[in-house]
C-alpha cells in the first residue's frame, strides 16, 4: 500500500503566496494543526462585524477547527473562532486569505495576508488519537481476526487484491452478499484518502460490470470535516477504528 502523508512538521520561512496557499490546502485537509505569522487584516462577521487593520499577527488553526488570532501583546486571542469550524484558503491578487466559517449561528473569519512571513503545519492528535499505535498492517490484521468490528456479517475474502487503479487493502461481502471494500489508514485522513477509495471503488464496478453493488469503507482512527463531507457526496461509507484496541 503506498501512502500520500507529508512530513510532520513543515516550516517554510517567506513563502510565496501560491507556495502557502498549497501547503495550507493540504494541512487543512489532512486535519494538521497551522501556525502562520506575517501582515494581515482580519474581518469578522455574524453575531456583530468588527475590523482589524494591517498589523503583524500570528494565526493557528487547530484539528477540530478552532481558530485563533494573536497580537504581540496579551494572552487572549484578538479574533477566535470556536471548534467545529470549517477552513478554506484562497489566493486573491496576492495575498493569502483564509476564512473560517461556522454554521450556527452563521459566523464567517477572514484573514487576508499581503505578506506570510513563516508558515507552519504540524500533524497532532488530541484525545483518543494519542493513543494510536501500530501501523495499517496491525489494522488489517485486527479486522481479519473480528471482521464484527467493521459491521455484524462481514466476511473478508482476500487482501491486497488488485484493481487497475492500484491494490485493494481488504475485499470482502456483507451479510447480504454485496462487495466491500476497505481502505485502511491508521491515523486521522483528509479528501485525498477518499478519493483513493472511491478510485478503488470505480475501477472494481468496471471489473465486475456496472451492475453490481459495491460498498466502499474508508477505516481509520478519525477523518476530517471535507473527508467525511466527500464521503457522503461520493456514497462511501467510514469506520472508526484504531490498529490497536483502546485500553
Request: glycine residues 6%; proline residues 3%.
Given at each position: 500500500m503506498t501512502t500520500t502523508e507529508e512530513p510532520s512538521p513543515v516550516s517554510l520561512s517567506d513563502p510565496s503566496p501560491e507556495e502557502a496557499h498549497t501547503?495550507?490546502?493540504?494541512?487543512?485537509?489532512?486535519?494538521a494543526l497551522?501556525?502562520?505569522f506575517g501582515r494581515?487584516?482580519?474581518e469578522y462577521d455574524g453575531r456583530a462585524a468588527s475590523s482589524l487593520g494591517p498589523g503583524d499577527r500570528h494565526l493557528m488553526l487547530k484539528p477540530d477547527g478552532t481558530v485563533l488570532v494573536h497580537t504581540a501583546e496579551g494572552q487572549k486571542p484578538v479574533n477566535w473562532q470556536p471548534p467545529g469550524c470549517t477552513h478554506a484558503v484562497s489566493v486573491d491578487d496576492g495575498r493569502v486569505e483564509i476564512r473560517s466559517l461556522r454554521s450556527n449561528p452563521n459566523e464567517e473569519l477572514?484573514?487576508?495576508f499581503e505578506r506570510v512571513a513563516h508558515l507552519a503545519t504540524f500533524d497532532a492528535s488530541a484525545g483518543t488519537d494519542l493513543s494510536v499505535s501500530g501501523t495499517e498492517a496491525d489494522l488489517k490484521r485486527r479486522i481479519l481476526e473480528e471482521p464484527e468490528l467493521i459491521e455484524p456479517g462481514f466476511r473478508p475474502l482476500a487482501t491486497?487484491?488488485?484493481t487497475?487503479?492500484?491494490?485493494v487493502d481488504v475485499y470482502g461481502e456483507d451479510a447480504e452478499g454485496t462487495v466491500m471494500v476497505l481502505e485502511l489508514k491508521r491515523r486521522r485522513v483528509g479528501p485525498d484518502a477518499v478519493g483513493q477509495l472511491d478510485r478503488y471503488v470505480g475501477a472494481l464496478?468496471?471489473?465486475?460490470?456496472?451492475?453490481?453493488e459495491i460498498r466502499g469503507v474508508l477505516v481509520a482512527p478519525s477523518v476530517t470535516d471535507r473527508a467525511r463531507r466527500l464521503l457522503a457526496t461520493k456514497g462511501l461509507e467510514f469506520v472508526s477504528l484504531t490498529p490497536a484496541p483502546e485500553g
Open positions: 501547503r495550507l490546502e493540504a494541512a487543512i485537509d489532512r486535519g497551522v501556525t502562520a494581515c487584516t482580519v477572514l484573514v487576508s491486497e487484491r488488485e487497475p487503479a492500484g491494490a464496478e468496471r471489473e465486475l460490470h456496472a451492475d453490481v
